[in-house]
C-alpha cells in the first residue's frame, strides 16, 4: 500500500506568491518523522524541513512551513513569496518508528513563473 | 562540512557490464542509504549499510549489491546491467542516531545509462 501520497503532479504559481504542496501519509505507527526534499534539474536532494509526529507545533524553515494535520494524516509544504529558483520536484517522505527506511511520494513538479 | 559525494556523476555502460558506484558520506556519519529514481518507479529504497553491516533491503534483485568500509564510505554494485538498469541513482548519508528524526542528507546523483 502506498504510504506517501502526493496528489499534485504539477503545479504552477505566480512568483512571489504563496503555494500549498500536498502530502498525506498511512501508518500506524504513533512515532514517525516527516521530511520534504527539493530536487532541481541537477538532481540532487536538498532536504527543507521535518515534522515530529510528537512536534505540538508546525515546523518551519525560512521561507517553508509545514501545515502538520495529524488527525487527517497530511503534512502540507507551503512556500512563501516563492521565487524563480524555487522551481523544481518536491517530495514528501516519512519515516516510521525503529525503520530507517524512509518511504518518498511520487513528488510535485511546481513551476514558478515570473 | 563537506557534503555528500558521489562518484562517478554520469556512466555509460552496455548491457551485461557491471558497474560500481561509489558514495562518501558526510564527515561522522555513519549510515549510508542507496536509493534508485526512474521516471516510471519513482524513488527506491535499495539498501541501507551503518557501521559496515547492511541494515535495510529493499526489493531489488542480488544484481545489485553493496557494502561499506571503515571509513563510512560505500560503494554499489550492480551486476550483468539491463536496460531498465538505466537511473539516477542517489546516497544519503544520515547519523543514525537521532531515530525518526534522523535527516538523510543526499549527494549529486550519479546518472546510469545502459546502452
Known amino acids: 500500500a502506498q504510504k506517501i501520497t502526493q496528489t499534485q503532479p504539477g503545479m504552477f504559481v505566480q512568483e512571489k506568491e504563496a503555494v500549498t504542496l500536498d502530502c498525506t501519509y498511512d501508518?500506524?505507527?504513533?512515532?514517525?518523522?516527516l521530511f520534504w526534499y527539493k530536487q532541481p534539474s541537477s538532481g540532487e536532494m536538498i532536504f527543507l524541513i521535518y515534522q515530529g509526529s510528537y512536534d505540538q507545533q508546525n515546523a518551519t524553515e525560512g521561507r517553508y512551513s509545514l501545515n502538520f494535520q495529524k488527525a487527517r494524516k497530511s503534512a502540507n509544504l507551503v512556500i512563501s513569496a516563492s521565487q524563480l529558483g524555487d522551481s523544481a520536484m518536491y517530495f514528501c517522505a516519512m519515516r516510521e518508528g525503529g525503520d530507517n527506511d524512509m518511504r518518498f511520494g511520487a513528488g510535485t513538479r511546481l513551476t514558478v513563473k515570473p | 562540512k563537506a557534503g555528500v559525494t558521489q562518484t562517478p556523476r554520469y556512466l555509460i555502460k552496455t548491457r551485461g557490464q557491471q558497474v560500481t558506484l561509489s558514495c562518501s558520506p558526510i564527515?561522522?556519519?555513519?549510515?549510508v542509504s542507496w536509493y534508485q529514481q526512474t521516471p516510471g518507479q519513482g524513488l527506491q529504497f535499495l539498501f541501507e549499510?551503518?557501521?559496515?553491516?547492511?541494515?535495510n533491503k529493499g526489493n531489488f534483485p542480488g544484481r545489485f549489491s553493496g557494502r561499506q568500509f571503515s571509513n563510512s564510505r560505500s560503494e554499489m554494485n550492480v551486476s550483468t546491467l539491463e536496460l531498465g538498469d538505466s537511473a539516477l541513482y542517489l546516497c544519503?548519508?544520515?547519523?543514525?542516531?537521532?531515530?525518526?528524526?534522523?535527516?538523510?542528507?543526499f549527494g549529486p546523483g550519479t546518472r546510469l545509462t545502459v546502452l
Open positions: 501508518t500506524s505507527d504513533p512515532s514517525y518523522g
Open positions: 544519503a548519508s544520515s547519523t543514525r542516531l537521532a531515530g525518526v528524526t534522523d535527516t538523510q542528507y
Open positions: 549499510y551503518f557501521s559496515e553491516t547492511q541494515r
Open positions: 564527515s561522522g556519519h555513519r549510515s
